[in-house]
């Protein structure tokens, strides 16, 4: 990666006026991702309707920002990196880096993070920052009308 496709940002936490851009960001984030991972349409959901009364699973949310605009969240508890969404305007320009870089500050060890097989861009990102392949899950994409996926659990130690 090049420094001028480098995308500083501020990592701050989130605020509940955030929740609007969270949920675009998400959406658009999450289409690419199904899509990279060959899973059919039926399997999106709004962020809207997925995230438990906005708290994202109950961890702790944090968003990276620029110039007072969203690019990127991540919700985290102190073992599990929960959520992890960047703008798709955005991908490769580090803001995905900079939020687990953020999280792996204030996290233990090991810290898990779920994702869908075949999301190549995803798994380049954290095997970049160490994580490694922990274990591969069969199942259904939850709140759908059982889409079949197959996910992965990665693990920093």
């Known amino acids: ?16 006026a955030d929740w609007p851009q969270l949920c675009s960001i998400h959406d658009a984030a999450r289409k690419t991702e199904l899509g990279e991972a060959n899973i059919k349409a039926g399997a999106f959901l709004p ?5 438990q009364d906005k708290r994202l699973v109950g961890g702790k949310i944090i ?8 690019l990127g969240f991540a919700a985290y508890s102190s073992h599990q990196l929960a959520w992890l969404y960047v703008t ?3 991908f490769s320009e580090g803001i995905g880096q900079q939020l687990i870089r953020h999280i792996l500050a204030r996290t233990d060890r090991p810290l898990d993070v779920q994702m869908l097989d075949g999301n ?8 970049h920052m160490g994580f490694e392949i922990y274990k591969r899950t069969q199942g259904h ?6 889409v079949p996926a197959t996910g ?3 693990r920093l130690r």
Not at 141 to 146: A, K, P, S, V
């Open 47 to 51: 962020l809207e309707k997925c995230a």
């Open 88 to 90: 798709p305007h955005h």
């Open 1 to 16: 990666m090049t420094a001028a496709h480098y995308t500083m940002v501020t990592i701050r936490a989130y605020q509940e």
């Open 120 to 127: 190549r861009r995803a798994l380049r990102l954290y095997q």
């Open 141 to 146: 994409i939850e709140g759908t009308n059982n």
């Open 63 to 70: 968003v990276a920002e620029r110039d007072q605009k969203i």
């Open 152 to 154: 992965l659990t990665l």
